[in-house]
């Protein structure tokens, strides 16, 4: 999966992690955190997702968007 891709946390993530995700955009949807942007590969992918896991944090869901 590559392109613009919606990858949903569970939990409040400050805006303060923005540089850590590589540039993804930081929203909120109800108590969750999204992140958002244009993944160019699947390293990048892999590299978003070590940092969520590194993080400690509660991954939900990656999907692509159209």
């Given amino acids: 999966m ?6 949903t946390i569970q ?3 400050d805006k303060k992690w923005k540089n850590c995700f590589e ?3 930081i929203s909120y949807e109800g108590n969750n955190t999204i ?3 244009n993944l160019k590969d699947e390293a990048h992918i892999h ?9 400690n944090l509660k991954l939900i869901s990656v999907n692509p968007v159209e």
């Fill in 2 to 7: 590559k392109g613009k891709t919606k990858i």
């Fill in 47 to 55: 590299g978003v997702l070590n940092i969520i896991r590194d993080l």
């Fill in 23 to 25: 540039g993804m955009a």
């Fill in 11 to 13: 939990g409040y993530l």
């Fill in 35 to 37: 992140l958002t942007g």
